[in-house]
């Protein structure tokens, strides 16, 4: 019995499939990036916009998707592919544009669903209406970076955006339903354990799908990696971070679907935690240690904390 939801569990039940992702660049930039909002971006996020895993940009979308089955069938035979917009801001376009990627993406017949990474201050009333659109064609997955529910280390951050905007943001796709998944990082500068569970519970007051956790890792060409330089911060050790993630998975409401639970950061450019780069040895820690703990034996996760969301 599994200890929590996870994703490969979801995408079976929903699509009766295994399913995997085939990661889409469609030359999109961030307006934390461009000037609307900032030109520094993220401090954490790397030059390629978190898409270091995607095809090419610079080939079509019909191309990247032949290019991505193709990499698959290495190792998995008679797949079917969910389409995922990955690097920067993916509603960040004019409409026709975004309508013209996103059409070609699910055109595929092995392709189920479509994904995308974007930001929760990209989807003004237009762009979801075009997104509901596309779910009544194939489903829609959308991925909302927060990283925290904390405004003052969101500022630390020049994440560009208040709180109050993502809690909008998932309130008008559920209303349309469209599912959101919500990104955050565990061990940014300055968080408690407690802070970090009030964002767990603050994603448990809202209808959010399914979670992404990651430690924060330090990326070589980053405003992070300077701040990391000039003053070393404290990085998650390996057991540091298992105890988190459980704490994370336990106080977590259960329905909602655990999507990732490691980071996976370019090993070219990550600066630390170098432990990181073993991904198989971090995930074999985490459900070695949930195996041992009496709250994933066949129990009811716990969603209410105790702590008041903020």
Known sequence: MEAFYSYSRFLKDRFGAKVYKICLDGGFTCPNRDGKISRGGCIFCSEGGSGEFSEQASLSIEEQIVRGRRQTEKKYSGGKYIAYFQAFTNTYGPLNRLRTLYEAAIAPEDVLALSIGTRPD???????????????????????????????????????????????????????????????ILGLPGESMEMMLRTIQYINSLPVDGVKLSMLYVLRGTPLAVLYKKK?????????????????????????VIERITGDGPKDLLIAPKWSLHKRRVLNAIHHQMKLRNSFQGKALRADSGIPAP
């Not at 829609?140 to 927060?146: A, M, N, Q, T, W």
């Not at 280390?153 to 994440?159: D, M």
């Not at 105890?243 to 409401?253: G, Q």
């Open 232 to 256: 070393p911060f404290p990085v998650f050790t390996l057991d540091d971070y298992v105890d988190c993630v459980i704490s994370c998975v336990e106080h977590l409401r259960e329905d909602i």
């Open 122 to 184: 990209c989807l003004d009333a237009q762009i979801l209406d075009l997104l509901c659109e596309i779910n009544q064609k194939k489903p829609v997955f959308l991925e909302l970076g927060l990283q925290t529910c904390h405004d003052c280390t969101a500022r630390f951050l020049n994440r560009g955006y208040e709180t109050q905007v993502f809690t909008r943001a998932v309130r008008e796709c559920h209303k349309r339903n469209l599912r959101v998944t919500a990104h955050l």
